[in-house]
């Protein structure tokens, strides 16, 4: 793991910036994305609004309080979901190993490329590449590995570029303060800064074991970072990443209905396999095998997502499409795939937070009494 090259890529406020794509008067104009209701949260926001102190997951109603003459948008995650996929594709063409963190980011194994070309110049090219194709703006850093050169992407921003070689590491980060390393939550930062701890340099000289009586083993993960240390591999990304099941019939079947009660159960429980790993899918798969062992599938591309009211429809209208010959079924099967790391987004914009807590109190059910204690009614019958 040494001797590393990393890249961080992240589209700079990724859902305004395809917003004013869409629509040029937005540029220069401070405009927050979310729900339009009081109840409705910030899922998004440009840097104009964000002078103003809005961020992300702030309650629309405060952030309208704050910035009066905010223009606020709708969100649309299909149409967000599309542009994220058209990134992906341009980096996937040219990166021999890439990561997809989030919709918006991005790490780059480019260990051994300065051999041959030079990791800083091909980084820049495939910047300057996405700006080309996508018109969206993106900034990069370029460090020894993932803490480090997501931290210089940080820096870089908006719409920039930063290296920090293996010398500078130290000195790069030191002087920042601690909430720039990506572990450190408000709870965390709150209670180091109680202890005097400003800067990365501070914590970092902090002895080891007195992190770990302070905060578990999370502290140790931190030492390490504040000390430029991160070992964690870019892990390859890759469209076939994907959850799925299916169910053989003890008896071949022509019950529609049954077929659709069963499809729906599947999807709730492959949702809450996405939910409990913090996963959100963008392609769904409908499988059916017919009993002369026939076998057909449909997919359908979707707005990234991990809710069963978004995906349960899908799922029934591929099947609609898909079973056509009305010829008596051996099997069924659903696949959630084209994973990416990610909690649900679309809640953001929508008015009733109210499915998001039913969500959040079923799982919790789920993770206490298993994963079939709670279930759509029509799921029941399997």
Known sequence: MQGRTIAHLDLDTFFVSVERLINSSLNGKPVIIGGMSDRGVVASCSYEARKYG?????????????????????????????????????????????????????????????????????????????????????????????TVSKIATGEAKPNGEKEVSKQQVKPFLHPLPINKIPMIGEKTYHLLRSMGIATIGTLGMIPKDMMEKILGKPGLVIWDKANGIDLTPVKPYSERKSISTERTFDKDSIDVVHMKEMLVSMVEKLCFELRKKQRLTSCVTVKIRYSNFDTHTLQRRVPYTAFDHQLIPVVKELYDRLYQRRMLIRLIGVRFSHLIQGVQQLNMFEDTPESVRLYKAMDMLRNRYGKDAVMRAVGMKE
Request: glycine fraction near 6%; charge should be negative; aromatic fraction near 10%.
């Open 54 to 146: 809005v961020h992300s997951a702030m309650p629309m109603k405060m952030a309208r309080y704050l910035c009066g003459d905010a223009v606020l948008v709708r969100g649309d995650m299909e149409l967000y979901s599309r542009y994220s996929h058209m990134v992906t594709d341009i980096i996937a063409e040219r990166t021999p190993v890439y990561e997809k963190a989030s919709i918006d980011e991005f790490y780059l194994d480019l260990t051994g490329m300065d051999r041959f070309f030079g990791s800083l110049k091909w980084s820049h090219e495939l910047r300057e590449n996405i700006i080309k194709d996508t018109g969206l703006p993106i900034s990069f850093g370029l460090s020894v590995n993932k």
